[in-house]
């Protein structure tokens, strides 16, 4: 990919594309690296939102609005998300007083 | 000037995102992460999607995140403390895997590519017709059964939090006594 884009005056779809992959695996990291669930939660919305970056730039790029109307069902549905998601964390810290992951280990063999 | 926003939107998107990651304490991660979605909600700017850039503001670094550190603050989460080299060596598998990844990303993007034939949307024509009508239109129009659906998604989601932070077992006057008993 040249970079002369920065100079003229359309930014190209691919610079959006990376940019959501690079946000995407940052998320994909975190969830991997880190062991507190409410941190793991947030790189997961992390991800989500790399995710609606790419889907709003094809929109802009394709000359079409579906993109955007999607991107609106998938906050949505991440808020519903959130909803349940922290109430299981809620659940989880009351029962086990932790939210670290590699503690809630009552199924481990 | 895009490009130059561009940039600096990006700046901010990468390294929020990465601090949200290094950060030990759970609430820095919190602020990090509503500097990364502020960031995406610029981006929508930028793509001709003003109504998607401020449900993106009101809706997560709004609501969502404030849900966020509600449950942070609920918890009394203090700084992650570290155990050693066990959870060392699973940070760099972590790492590692990441950057796999990432380099799958590259070859994958290295190949020939093209989008398809464009729609008879263009973002000027939006523009001028008003960028939240034209999705109001869509959404109460081809969109309006899964519009429906959300209502449904976001029922399920109320109805469910309520049950899973009630005790179980128990009706739901003795679960508010429940609470207040705890310590």
Same mark, same amino acid.
């Given at each position: ?109 | ?89 699973? $940070? @760099? %598998? !972590?790492?590692? +895997? ?7 990303? #590259? /070859? =994958?993007?290295?190949?020939?590519? &093209? ?22 239109? $869509? @959404? %109460? !129009?081809?969109? +309006? ?7 449904? #998604? /976001? =029922?399920?989601?109320?109805?469910? &939090? ?22």
């Amino acid at each position: 990919m040249s970079l002369s884009w920065v100079t003229q005056g359309d930014v190209p779809l691919e610079a959006y594309l990376v940019l959501s992959g690079i946000l995407f695996l940052i998320g994909v990291v975190g969830v991997l690296v880190r062991r507190n669930a409410l941190v793991i939660f947030m790189c997961i919305e992390l991800m989500l939102n790399a995710a609606n970056l790419a889907i709003v730039a094809f929109a802009n790029k394709l000359h079409q609005t579906d993109g955007q109307v999607f991107v609106f069902f998938v906050m949505a549905v991440a808020a519903a998300e959130v909803g349940i998601g922290l109430a299981l964390i809620v659940n989880v810290f009351r029962a086990r007083q932790t939210v670290y992951v590699d503690e809630v280990n009552l199924l481990k063999g | 000037m895009t490009p130059v926003f561009f940039l600096l939107f990006a700046l901010m998107a990468v390294v929020g995102a990465t601090m949200v990651v290094l950060q030990r304490n759970p609430i820095s991660s919190a602020l990090y992460l509503v500097l990364v979605f502020m960031s995406l909600g610029g981006f929508f700017v930028l793509l001709a999607a003003p109504f998607i850039a401020a449900v993106q503001v009101v809706v997560y670094a709004g609501a969502i995140m404030v849900l966020f550190l509600f449950v942070i603050m609920l918890l009394n989460l203090q700084k992650d403390v570290d155990d050693g080299l066990h959870h060392a060596a699973r $940070r @760099l %598998f !972590g790492w590692l +895997l990441g950057f796999l990844i990432a380099g799958q990303a #590259v /070859l =994958l993007m290295r190949g020939a590519w &093209a989008i398809g034939p464009r729609g008879k949307e263009p973002p000027e024509l939006v523009h001028a017709l008003g960028n939240t009508q034209v999705i109001g239109i $869509r @959404l %109460f !129009g081809d969109y +309006l059964w899964p519009f429906e659906v959300t209502s449904l #998604v /976001l =029922l399920v989601g109320v109805v469910g &939090a309520v049950v899973l932070s009630l005790r179980r077992g128990r009706g739901v006057d003795e679960a508010q006594e429940g609470i207040e008993e705890a310590p």
